[in-house]
């Protein structure tokens, strides 16, 4: 009996969909469930005629498979992911592959990867994005773990992957242990910050312009045409098209509270680790926190006081500067993300390909846009590159849509309407810009009531001082550490 490419365990929509790709590739699957009775009803329907096996127990499933083995995880991220490998590993033998294609925390991936390759094995954590259509028709997938593996799964992976116009597959190597769900970690914040800003170009279209959902369906295909062309765009004019039974719009009776699964808290979290300013996604993640609130917000609408929104200028001429804001802004994002991804890399000892981890997400992905060529032309121009604003398309880019964009943030404001999003970007790029902050008065202020020191514009970076403010403090400073 021949036997399979590849194993797979875990058959909800993304790992079925994954095993259909793998199959319309050429490449035989064997697959395994907890559940039996869905391997049956699989095997039985969907992936009846295919070079598709089941099988009724992990004990079949890796005995099906070709050496070296390649056993690929589409299950919760978690207890779950430790529980399998836990069930597989005495199973396996030396150099045999096992692959987590889950939102994984990407410490536990480092973790992981270090505990398989202890027992002899090897381990992959990758990412996988794209939403259940991506899984079938082409994702984009971000592997990092064990280096030795990458040959052997290299041609299922960028088989099954997204492709860009010249043919380059939307998958490569990305790093060693948790590099590439890390890197997933990132896209999935960038994806929240994208999101928060069409959010708000909505929002002030409805709120503040009085378009409806026609009037915004037509400024959304529009934008699709131009620098703004991206999957979500284009997913933001269907919805807007879309209508409920009654012929009305169904996105105004959708409910105004946004959920979460953890992937923008977990990039959060890392960018306060590593001490980076990752302003714009932590507004999206909060946005949406804010949002669940909604309760809470209905009582306070009826108490609360602002202004009540009114415009009175060129209606064409705004709806112009809110696609400057969105575009300014989501360059701000993604330079954040990138400042992320160039620090963590330190911290971890990763050698990543920032170019070749645009190319992953210029298909496949939901953050796909062509505005990811660009930030891959930035990295290939200069490797090197500390930020993003640096380049200099980006920097032209916010030149020509820093007037529409400060006008949104300054008319959004006196109108009493939120935009975290862009205005945290607007702040950021001038923060980003300035020679001098008031950390000085904020230094004295630590030195003042704990001795912290501070450093002097006349004096030598690293050389330390403390002032007696109060004349009772005395010459004693704490000592120097930096979280």
């Known amino acids: 009996m021949k036997q399979s490419d590849i194993g797979l365990i875990g058959l909800a929509v993304m790992g079925e969909n994954l095993v259909m790709n793998m199959e319309s590739k050429g490449f035989t699957v064997t697959v395994y469930n907890r559940t039996v009775q869905k391997v049956t009803d699989f095997v039985n329907g969907r992936a009846k005629g295919k070079n598709i096996v089941g099988a009724a127990t992990l004990e079949e499933l890796v005995a099906s498979l070709s050496k070296p083995r390649k056993v690929m995880m589409m299950i919760k991220a978690g207890k779950a992911v430790d529980d399998m490998i836990e069930q597989l590993l005495p199973l396996l033998e030396d150099g045999d592959i096992i692959i987590d294609g889950g939102n994984s925390h990407f410490p536990d991936t480092i973790r992981r990867t270090a505990y398989v390759e202890s027992k002899g094995k090897l381990y992959i954590g990758t990412g996988v994005s794209g939403g259940e259509e991506g899984a079938l028709k082409g994702p984009s997938l971000m592997p990092g773990g064990s280096a030795a593996a990458w040959p052997t799964v290299k041609p299922i992976l960028q088989a099954i992957c997204a492709k860009v116009e010249d043919g380059s597959p939307c998958c490569d190597w990305v790093g060693e242990n948790g590099a590439g769900h890390f890197v997933k970690m990132v896209h999935n914040g960038i994806e929240y910050g994208d999101m928060q800003l069409i959010c708000e170009a909505y929002q002030l279209m409805h709120d503040l312009l009085g378009m409806n959902a026609d009037d915004m369906h037509e400024v959304f295909a529009e934008w699709n045409k131009g620098e703004l062309d991206s999957y979500l765009i284009e997913i933001t004019r269907d919805i807007l098209a879309y209508k409920d039974e009654d012929g009305s719009p169904i996105v105004d009776k959708i409910l105004d509270t946004a959920g979460q699964k953890g992937t923008g808290k977990w990039t959060g979290i890392a ?16 946005s949406r926190c804010l949002s669940a609130m909604k309760e809470e917000r209905v009582a306070a609408s009826q108490v609360l006081t602002g202004p009540k929104p009114v415009f009175e200028g060129d209606k064409a001429q705004f709806i112009e500067d809110i696609r400057s804001a969105l575009f300014a802004a989501k360059i701000i994002s993604y330079a954040q993300g990138y400042t992320l991804m160039r620090d963590a890399a330190k911290t971890y ?23 990811l060529g660009k930030i891959k032309q930035a990295f290939d121009a200069n490797p090197n590159l500390s930020n993003l604003l640096l380049d200099p398309y980006f920097k032209q880019a916010i030149d020509r849509a820093q007037a529409g964009w400060r006008r949104v943030c300054s008319v959004a404001m006196l109108n009493g309407i939120p935009i975290p999003a862009m205005t945290t970007a607007l702040n950021y790029y001038d923060g980003y810009r300035c020679a001098r902050l008031p950390a000085n008065l904020l230094q004295a202020q630590r030195d003042y009531f704990g001795a912290h020191t501070y450093e002097r514009v006349d004096a030598p970076r690293g050389e330390f001082f403390h002032t007696n403010w109060t004349g009772e403090g005395g010459a004693t400073a704490a000592s120097q550490y930096s979280i």
């Open 349 to 371: 000892n990763w050698n990543l390909n920032y170019g070749g981890i645009a190319l992953m997400w210029r298909g496949g992905c939901i953050i796909r846009s062509v505005f």
């Open 271 to 286: 960018a306060l680790d590593e001490g980076v300013p990752l302003t714009l996604i932590g507004e999206a993640v909060f």
